[in-house]
């Protein structure tokens, strides 16, 4: 998890959202990303699906064999993403800040952990405060005019 | 529908999987994409995904009017794509070859209307039988050794 976190903090020193993510597969990172909205003015790449991406071209059985963690619990998209895939270990630093599509993902046998992390937690917390239109559009939600 | 197949079109023409996708608001294409697993290395970047990416980051209102024209029955990541953003109107090409998440996407209220039609499940079934192992992979799934 403090790769994951280590990828949200350089996404927040970016100017991004800081959301991260990495990829293990039998003790080794094998992708890691961050929230790209702003940088790239990117709509897909949240922080799982730039470690997914950054992991590459990938067999089943090595999906099936991985952990994804995530700094935040994983929205809809990143939640299908984890389906499409089979990843069957997902480890989740917090969901006080957003709460993603967990009773899906559990639904279909993912095996979730919540940390609780506070350093995940504070990162989000701040970041919503002092952006609420950006993480509204992240999240796809409408903002107050 | 016929630009998201000549989108189709164009991903076989560049040796890849043959399943287009194209975003229209306000009767305008804002956004239009293929598959590029082989033609970029993706794992993420499934015709949906490429067509929402290419619409760039868009205000929710903008979603919520737009309709996703697809080639194939959407996976459950591009299904999980168009429940983050709130596209409530989905049509597809065809879901003989592959059904995707449409059972989700309805129980959450996107309207779907799928066309049947003849020349997206030519593509695909085509696709297919050349290249299983490469389907295989672009689904999650495992092909046989």
Chains 1, 2 share one sequence.
Not at 87 to 103: N, Y
């Amino acid at each position: 998890m403090q790769a994951a976190i280590d990828e949200a903090r350089k996404s927040l020193a970016e100017g991004g959202i800081p959301i991260g993510s990495v990829i293990v597969h039998q003790g080794r990172i094998i992708g890691r990303g961050h929230n790209r909205r702003v940088q790239q003015g990117s709509a897909i790449l949240h922080g799982e699906m730039s470690a997914l991406e950054d992991a590459g071209r990938q067999p089943a059985s090595v999906y099936a064999d991985a952990t994804l963690y995530t700094t935040l619990s994983p929205c809809a998209m990143c939640s299908g993403a984890i389906l499409l895939y089979g990843i069957k270990q997902v480890v989740i630093g917090e969901h006080h800040t957003f709460l993603g599509e967990e009773a899906l993902l559990q639904s279909r046998g993912v095996n979730l952990q919540v940390l609780h992390d506070a350093t995940c937690t504070g990162l989000m917390r701040r970041f919503i405060e002092d952006h609420p239109q950006l993480w509204n559009e992240d999240i796809g939600e409408q903002s107050e005019p």
